[in-house]
């Protein structure tokens, strides 16, 4: 018997990646509020690449996520990935776009995508390079979820970093942020 459900199968799990992000490394605040995030360029889902400079003139969600393979998802970040894509609209509707980044290779995120009909771009960030210029942390095997709220400008707004007290911050406090730009 195959088991298939989201959180049964354990392949893939075990990778150099996997090695990189294993001793804990707590979540660090490396930006100030109002200043100018670093440009970075990830590759997307859909083959296309994305230079966080050239969505400058609305604002920006930038949601760093954990996933660990297309079948392992985090259990803090798992609902908040489905809560951000069904409140995808919303965002649009105040003119933003969201980012979501995972660690994952390219082909466990098309998976993802597909899986979870994701609306927001998936970004591709295996080396986890980005997470860890953006002071994420990591834990047991990847990098922990963050996110960032970038003004039209490209200047930091808002950001929430892991903690157990407090894992993501939800749909509708990214929302706020937006609103109160």
């Known amino acids: 018997m195959q088991l298939t459900s989201k959180g049964s199968d354990f392949q893939g799990l075990i990778s150099r990646r996997f090695f990189k992000n294993l001793l804990p490394i707590p979540a660090s605040c490396r930006f100030q509020l109002g200043q100018l995030l670093p440009d970075f360029t990830l590759p997307a889902v859909d083959g296309t690449a994305s230079r966080l400079s050239s969505y400058r003139g609305k604002p920006l969600v930038l949601a760093f996520t954990r996933i660990f393979t297309e079948k392992q998802y985090c259990p803090f970040c798992y609902p908040h990935i489905l809560a951000l894509n069904e409140a995808y609209d919303q965002f649009v509707g105040l003119g933003a776009t969201v980012l979501m980044i995972t660690s994952t290779d390219l082909d466990q995120s098309r998976v993802v995508q597909q899986d979870l009909s994701l609306a927001m771009p998936l970004l591709v960030d295996p080396a ?49 942020a937006i609103r109160n730009l």
């Open 128 to 176: 986890c390079q980005t997470f860890r210029r953006h002071g994420t942390g990591q834990a047991l095997g990847a990098p922990l979820p963050a996110q960032f709220v970038i003004d039209a400008e490209g200047r930091l707004r808002f950001q929430h970093l892991f903690s157990f007290a407090h894992t993501n911050a939800t749909p509708e406090r990214l929302l706020w």
